[in-house]
């Protein structure tokens, strides 16, 4: 019986990550509720964005804008200069903040300078306030309980191998391998229903701001890549793929020298 103690470390990480990740995921799928004018409003492009795929979204909408209004080069080699010093409001003056006085920065520089930026976070606290956004601090939480989960499946499975080690071969192991198959079956399928249920609401729009999202009209990712023949000046709806690429992210944009110009360094 010196396996125990195993069984009962197993069982105690695999019941206390799993009741954490449940707690998590509860509170991430109860944001504020937003005024009921809200739901019926229509997203503006940067707050589609930040719901969409988050600050980074934002920055990269904002980059494409300029660029689209011949404000800023941006080169295949994944650098932006600028060329319109004057911003029109303050997230186009944190664009050009970000490149700094030289007029010239890498795109992974600016993408994360403006991740941070104070008009990008005054929009996250806006759309979190209106119950639109999950906040950080719960994407946080679901993130790190799905962490903890996991970690307790593979101490399940050390724990498991030490107590099999003290049990002689035959006729021992079957039983009590199957005793700790019990908390290995808990953790694994806690994080199968966390990808399933809890994932949405680890990304950045809660419920409300999905149903949102929803109700956008815009083209399929590679059927916006498809329209126009690429550049600024290929004539095409400019707001239909600024939209686009707000709900679909760089990769909506027909150019793929501006696609490669803001996937440069993309883990940056």
């Known amino acids: 019986m010196l396996w125990v103690p195993f069984l009962l470390v197993a069982w105690g990480a695999a019941v206390i990550s799993c009741a ?12 504020l509720d937003p005024d009921p004018a809200l739901r019926s409003a229509a997203l503006g492009l940067y707050e589609t964005a930040f719901l969409a795929g988050g600050p980074r979204r934002v920055g990269d909408l904002a980059l494409v804008t300029m660029y689209r209004e011949r404000r800023l080069l941006l080169a295949h080699t994944g ?4 060329v319109d010093p004057e911003g029109r409001n303050d997230l186009e003056r944190s664009v050009i903040s970000a490149i700094g006085a030289q007029g010239a920065s ?4 600016v993408r994360t300078a403006l991740a941070s930026a104070e008009p990008v976070r005054a929009l996250a606290e806006r759309l979190v306030g209106a119950g639109l956004a999950v906040s ?8 790190s309980a799905v962490r903890q989960v996991g970690a307790a499946g593979v101490l ?8 099999l080690s003290l049990v002689p071969p035959a006729p021992g192991h079957g039983p009590v391998a199957a005793w700790f198959g019990l908390p290995l079956v808990l953790t694994a399928s806690c994080l199968v229903i966390a990808r399933v249920e809890a994932h949405p609401y680890s990304r950045w729009a809660s419920p409300a701001g999905q149903q949102l999202l929803g109700r956008i009209d815009v083209p399929p990712r590679r059927a916006a890549t498809r329209h126009g023949g690429g550049g600024a000046d290929d004539g095409g709806d400019d707001g239909e793929l600024l939209t686009a690429v707000a709900v679909h992210g760089t990769a909506a944009l027909p150019d793929p020298a501006l696609r490669a110009a803001l996937k440069a360094h993309w883990g940056q």
């Open 20 to 31: 954490r990740l449940c707690r998590a995921a509860v509170a991430a799928a109860q944001p």
């Open 79 to 82: 650098w932006v200069t600028v």
């Open 106 to 109: 890498p795109v992974p520089a």
């Open 136 to 143: 950080t601090d719960a994407r946080t939480n679901v993130a």
């Open 156 to 163: 399940v499975l050390l724990s498991a191998a030490a107590a």
